[in-house]
């Protein structure tokens, strides 16, 4: 062959590859709404920036009349490429060819990325749209999976590893995105589930939809596996681009610097008022969040799973934060089984990843009951109170109201390694409410007493006095200082100006043995 020919033979190899599992396919993908996958990869990816790697790879499989059913690129599409300016690996799974089921071939391009993403320090994104397993390849597809599942262990906590499922992913395939620190699904068109609706209908009799069984709305409000439910696709795309800029490329790194313009000493007077005078009013804790972060954006994770706790990503002077925060206007702000699970992972992502977190708490305890209790709630509420204490990251602690019990000692204390804790004048630090803590000291008074209710209500206000206030914390120096809630920002911004360059570590170990 002659050069010339040469090069024709590369333009021809492409063009074939760029067609997937041919234009048929692809109409069916536009039709229903959907991207193929090199369209998702340039929808996420700034221009021009995308490197394809072996897109020239086919499967080795010989059964089931495999040999004639080859595509160049083998369902999938991997490669480097950059997203506002930062470098990431990222993978798009081709439902043209074969639904994108993972073959032996399919795995090794996945860890491929993954590999140079470990290496090179560089955050992985997956883009999920599979079949699953390749059922002609049998256990060549198991052992790929498994091969990546090993590989998302590896990298967790050491890069960024954020998954969008953008169709199908059932059976073990859902447990690659599972491993990962974030899913992000679309609503109608994605599911994820072990066991899909035939086979809950053949061993339960079970009517259910894909939709219910594993649909988007369902993994963000009620299983809490995933952590956006998109709109569209264009949706999940922005979201995930919108996510990586708040965190840092891998675990040496701290996030990226942002310019701010937003006053660092802005005052929010509107804070002064938030409280309101009935300790049982609700307010919402978002109105504090966005008050007082950077040009009030608040990057929201898990909006609708758990809401009694709020957690996401936002700035301080344009430097990420992680907020963690009880929500009053949920439940009161109870912590249970859910909102453990979900402070606690948020808590343990910062962590690895350099990114301080600030707490606003009011929370009045955790919720009793014997559906919590059946459920674990103690070895749930033990992963909060485990990852607070285990983290190294730069810590702040704002206490707007409650702090009663446990929930007092969990919600990031001064005693599990906080740096600066801080509480408004309305912070109630104490045991316990006031009406519960009377009933149990002064039972017998109430009873002797001529009027009972008189009685207990004097020693209510008696209790409310003494305990439920920051002061008695403040005078042992649990609470560095009371401030006035308009001052907030100025002040989490100067906390953690002076803890920026905190060294802290943990004994040496193995690893710790988290409550799971
Ligand atoms: C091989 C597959 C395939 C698979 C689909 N195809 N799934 N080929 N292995 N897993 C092929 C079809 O034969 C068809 O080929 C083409 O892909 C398109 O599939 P359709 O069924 O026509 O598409 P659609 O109607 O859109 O339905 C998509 C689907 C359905 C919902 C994904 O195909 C499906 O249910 N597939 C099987 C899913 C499944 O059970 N997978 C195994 C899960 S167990 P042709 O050439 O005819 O067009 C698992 C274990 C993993 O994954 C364990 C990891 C630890």
């Known amino acids: 062959m002659s050069t010339r020919e040469k090069l024709e033979e590369l333009k021809q190899k492409r063009a074939l590859s760029l067609q997937g599992g041919g234009q048929a396919r692809i109409d069916k993908m536009h039709a229903a709404g959907k991207k193929t996958a090199r369209e998702r990869i340039a929808a996420m990816v700034d221009p021009g920036s995308f490197e394809e790697y072996d897109a020239f790879k086919l499967h080795r499989c010989h059964n089931f009349g495999m040999e004639k059913n080859k595509f160049l690129g083998d369902g999938i599409v991997t490669g480097s490429a950059r997203i506002n300016g930062r470098p990431v690996y990222i993978y798009a799974q081709d439902f043209t060819v074969l639904a994108g089921s993972l073959s032996g071939t399919l795995a090794e391009k996945i ?98 939809s894909t939709e219910a069984l594993g649909g988007a709305v369902m993994h963000t409000t009620t299983s809490g596996v995933t952590d956006y439910a998109a709109e569209d696709e264009d949706d999940a795309i922005r979201y995930i681009k919108e996510l990586l800029s708040y965190l840092p490329q891998n675990n040496l790194e701290n996030p990226p610097d942002t310019p701010c313009d937003d006053p660092i000493n802005r005052p929010a007077p509107e804070l002064n008022d938030i409280i309101p005078d009935n300790p049982n009013a609700a307010y919402d804790i978002k109105k504090v969040i966005t008050a007082t972060v950077d040009n009030g954006i608040f990057f929201e994770i898990k909006k609708n799973f758990a809401p009694n706790i709020v957690i996401g990503f936002a700035r301080y002077n344009g430097k990420s934060v992680g907020i963690v925060a009880n929500q009053p206007a949920y439940y009161a702000g109870v912590l249970d089984i859910n909102s453990s699970d979900k402070g606690a992972r948020f808590v343990r992502f910062c962590d690895c990843f350099n990114i301080p977190i600030i707490t606003f708490v009011d929370v009045p305890g955790f919720l009793p009951g014997s559906a919590q209790e059946f459920g674990g709630v103690i070895r749930h509420g033990a992963k909060l109170l485990y990852a607070y204490a285990e983290s190294t990251i730069p810590k702040v602690t704002v206490i707007t109201r409650k702090a009663y019990g446990g929930a007092y000692c969990v919600m990031s204390s001064k005693h599990l390694r906080t740096d600066i804790n801080y509480s408004w004048p309305t912070g109630e630090i104490a045991v316990m409410g006031s009406k519960g803590a009377v009933e149990v000291l002064y039972a017998k008074g109430a009873k002797e007493a001529g009027d009972a209710q008189a009685f207990l209500a004097e020693k209510e206000a008696e209790y409310n006095t003494n305990f439920s206030n920051p002061y008695c914390a403040a005078e042992r120096g649990y609470i560095d200082a009371v401030i006035e809630p308009a001052e907030t920002r100025a002040r989490i911004i100067n906390a953690l100006e002076s803890i920026r360059g905190k060294r802290d570590t943990l004994p040496m170990k193995k690893h710790g043995n988290i409550p799971l």
């Open 111 to 208: 860890c491929k990325i993954m590999d140079l993403g470990m290496k090179n320090g560089v955050p992985v994104i997956g883009l999920n749209d599979s079949g699953g397993a390749r059922i002609q390849e049998g256990i060549e597809a198991l052992a790929g999976y498994t091969e990546i599942f090993t590989r998302n262990v590896l990298s967790s906590g050491v890069i960024p590893q954020i998954s969008g499922i953008f169709g199908p992913c059932a059976g073990g395939a859902v447990y690659s995105p599972a491993l990962t620190d974030f899913i992000v699904m679309v609503k109608e068109q994605s599911y994820m589930f072990l066991t899909g609706p035939k086979v809950v209908k053949t061993v339960l009799h079970e009517d259910i």
